[in-house]
């Protein structure tokens, strides 16, 4: 019995600012990166609250197997909205070894200066 193994589909794009630099005011050092925004609606990770008390759900960034390394404190953008930055807290081979080899990288929700989690007034309108 032959297994049929599928990668995530990766429907957006995500653009990536290297070692903690901030969006605001300078340029990607990566562009167009295939990506896909994966949020588990049956935790297994814990969840914490940051500093400043703003909740923070492990957000999943899947990534196909030689796109890009990402490493702690980048900082990514990912297509559909112009407020979707995360940054980076580490990353993982997913299946590895197989041929849907993947890496996931556990984020979170920033800003364009990389330097808060994103309030209430800095996401989408979702009604």
């Given at each position: 019995?032959?297994?049929i ?19 605001d005011?300078?340029?990607p ?64 081979w997913?299946?590895?070894g ?30």
């Amino acid at each position: 019995m032959s297994r049929i193994y599928v990668e995530p589909a990766y429907n957006l794009l995500m653009s990536v600012w290297l070692g903690g630099t901030p969006p605001d005011g300078n340029p990607p050092a990566a562009v167009d990166i295939p990506c896909q925004v994966y949020i588990n609606p049956r935790y297994f990770i814990d969840i914490h609250e940051a500093d400043t008390g703003y909740y923070t759900p492990p957000i999943i960034i899947r990534v196909p197997k030689g796109q890009i390394t990402l490493r702690r404190t980048d900082i990514v953008l990912v297509s559909g909205s112009p407020r979707d930055y995360y940054k980076i807290h580490w990353g993982q081979w997913m299946h590895k070894g197989f041929p849907n080899q993947y890496i996931i990288y556990q984020a979170g929700q920033t800003d364009k200066f990389g330097s808060s989690f994103r309030t209430a007034g800095q996401t989408d309108d979702f009604s």
